[in-house]
C-alpha cells in the first residue's frame, strides 16, 4: 500500500510495501509481539516466543462490537497499530442518536515512520467510525506531540481547543 508525501517522492525515497489489518484471533500473537516491542523497547528473544501465551481475555475484547483494532503490517509483523473505540451518545438529542469514535494507542514503530503508516491507519480508523454509524471521531494529542498533531491535521481533524485536561484515575489491584 506504501503512501509518500510529495517531499519523499521527490527524494526518490523506495515506498514501503505495508498492508492495514484488523486484528483478530488468526493475528493476535503478532499484535502481542508489536505490544511487547513498544513496552519493552526491544524484540521477544526465542525463549520468549516459546513460552506459551493465553489471548482469551484479549481476543473477548476484541469480539465487543465497539471496538476496532487495526495494525500495520511489513512482511511477517506489525510496525503500527490503533484503536477506535465507539462511545455512543445514549439518549443525546444534539448526536442524533450516534456518538462518536474515540482513537486510542495510534502508534508506528520509530524505524518505520515517515511512510505514510499512520496517515493509513487513521484512514481505516475512519472507515471504521463510519461502519459503526460515529457521527465523528476524537482524539487527544499531547502539547509537546507535534508530529501526530501535524499528522491528524494532514487527516482533516480541527484543534478544538477549549483548555481541556487530560485526566485520569488509576485503580490498584482489587480496589472497587
Request: proline content about 3%; overall charge positive; charged content about 30%.
Amino acid at each position: 500500500m506504501g503512501l509518500f508525501s510529495k517531499k519523499q517522492r521527490e527524494s526518490g525515497a523506495e515506498a514501503l510495501d505495508f498492508s492495514i489489518v484488523r486484528v483478530d484471533e488468526e493475528n493476535y500473537a503478532l499484535y502481542d509481539d508489536t505490544v511487547f516491542f513498544r513496552v519493552h523497547n526491544r524484540e521477544r528473544t526465542p525463549d520468549e516466543r516459546a513460552q506459551p501465551r493465553d489471548f482469551g481475555a484479549n481476543l473477548a475484547m476484541l469480539a465487543d462490537k465497539n471496538l476496532r483494532v487495526y495494525a500495520a503490517k511489513v512482511g511477517d509483523r506489525f510496525v503500527g497499530n490503533v484503536a477506535a473505540v465507539f462511545i455512543p451518545k445514549v439518549g443525546h438529542p444534539f448526536y442524533g442518536g450516534k456518538g462518536y469514535v474515540d482513537i486510542d494507542e495510534l502508534w508506528t514503530d520509530p524505524a518505520y515512520r515517515r511512510h505514510g503508516i499512520a496517515y493509513a491507519l487513521m484512514n481505516e480508523a475512519e472507515r471504521a467510525a463510519k461502519e459503526m454509524g460515529a457521527a465523528g471521531v476524537r482524539l487527544y494529542v499531547g502539547g509537546t506531540n507535534r508530529g501526530a498533531y501535524k499528522l491528524y491535521k494532514k487527516c482533516g481533524y480541527e484543534d478544538r481547543g477549549g483548555g481541556a485536561h487530560w485526566m485520569v484515575k488509576e485503580f490498584k489491584e482489587g480496589q472497587l
